[in-house]
């Protein structure tokens, strides 16, 4: 921290902080300064700590500690200097709109640059919890979209109010619901069945978020990945043999989480660039009705039923409903129909569904 008067320069109005940091011009709304270090010859950012005086040591320790702070997802803070009794934060100057600015001047994001967005913030707050530093801001306004594509989280530096972690985390779940709907939660968080509503309603939820890695795991699938249902939307019904290979991923899934899922549907199905397909982990939202067993039970055979279900729809191009016919399944037909039975105790074993799926998938031209 270094202390000295503001020094008028004779040219316009142009101010320095601390003999160094030359103030130009507002950055949006004028609450930030675009200035120049000249010890270091690099824009920067500046903004006066306005904090009321009882709070005012409380402030300076947490800009203190926030200039440790290193990320690519954090605007850091430089330098903390007292100017005329007045605290003011030093930051990076990074190029770009605020989510807030880009959503209103454009349109919500679609879901797979939300998802990079949220995946850059949730990066960013887990170094800062891991340091002891609660954000408290998080919100669009302090969400920047840099020009290469990047998001990063400022406002770090200013009093926290002793928020806890899963403050921020509820506050991202808020940013990201208006990075898709372009409007805050209120009392009516967006309906929607697809992976990042349904996260998004989690995190928002009163009993708490999800944890940690399923929400990090959810983001990550959802920025580069597509779900299976937006890939046959996009285009048109799998052929049997790839369909078998999804099976067989959603499969292995399953038996490697060794208890009831709930959720095996296309919305949740991750497709990737090689085709490889991943079933998201179950979020509050449940499973669709058309592709929740008819016993309505918490059971495994129960999740092949809706393992059958989403299949249907891979092949077929909707899913399975009274008097529907297997017109594009092939050779998958007679595996469909078993998986889609009625009578749980008639739906193949595991064991007999990977053998029959991989005879079918070895078919692949």
């Known amino acids: 921290m270094r202390t000295g008067a503001i020094v008028h320069v004779e040219m ?19 609450s930030v300064l675009l200035a120049f270090d000249e010890a270091r010859h690099r824009d920067v950012a500046v903004r006066r700590l306005r904090v009321p005086t009882e709070l005012r040591d409380a402030a300076l320790h947490e800009a203190r500690r926030a200039t440790t702070l290193r990320h690519a997802s954090i605007v850091r803070v430089l ?42 913030v949730l990066s960013a707050l887990a170094t800062a919890h891991e340091a002891g530093i609660v ?36 506050s991202l779940a808020a940013t990201l619901h208006f990075a898709i709907e372009g409007r805050p939660p ?18 928002l939820h009163p009993s708490g978020a999800p944890p940690l890695d399923v929400v990090g795991e959810t983001l990550d699938r959802l920025a580069v990945d597509r779900p299976l249902d937006a890939v046959i939307a996009a285009s ?29 549907q296309p919305g949740n199905v991750m497709i990737d660039s090689s085709g490889r397909a991943r079933l998201l982990p179950l979020l509050r939202a449940g499973t669709l009705p058309a592709y929740t ?12 039923w809706s393992l059958g279900a989403t299949l249907f729809t891979a092949v077929e191009g909707a899913p399975p409903a009274p008097g529907a016919r ?11 129909l078993r998986l889609l039975s009625g009578h749980p105790q008639d739906r193949p074993t595991p064991d007999e569904l990977r053998a029959e799926l991989l005879a079918i998938r070895s078919r692949r031209s």
């Open 79 to 120: 330098d903390v200097v007292i100017e005329d009794r007045a605290p003011w934060l030093v930051m990076e100057f990074v190029s770009g709109a605020s989510l807030e600015q880009a959503v209103r001047a454009r349109r919500p994001l679609p879901v797979p640059q939300a998802a990079r967005v949220g995946v850059c």
């Open 135 to 170: 954000h408290g801001r998080v919100d669009p306004g302090n969400v920047l979209l840099t020009t290469t594509g990047r998001a990063v989280l400022t406002g770090f530096g200013f009093p926290s109010l002793s928020m806890l972690p899963s403050a921020d985390l509820w």
């Open 293 to 304: 067993a008819p016993e309505g039970a918490q059971t495994q055979e129960a999740d092949l």
């Open 12 to 30: 316009g109005e142009t101010t320095r902080l601390a003999g160094r940091y030359r103030l130009l011009n507002p950055l949006g709304a004028g």
């Open 186 to 203: 209120g009392q009516m968080p967006a309906e929607g069945a697809d992976p990042l509503r349904s996260l998004v309603r989690a995190m």
């Open 326 to 336: 297997l017109a594009r399944a092939g050779a998958l037909a007679p595996v469909l």
């Open 236 to 264: 048109g019904p799998l052929p049997p043999a790839d369909a078998a290979a999804v099976g067989l991923a959603l499969l292995d899934r399953l038996l490697a989480i060794g208890e009831f899922h709930g959720g095996v």
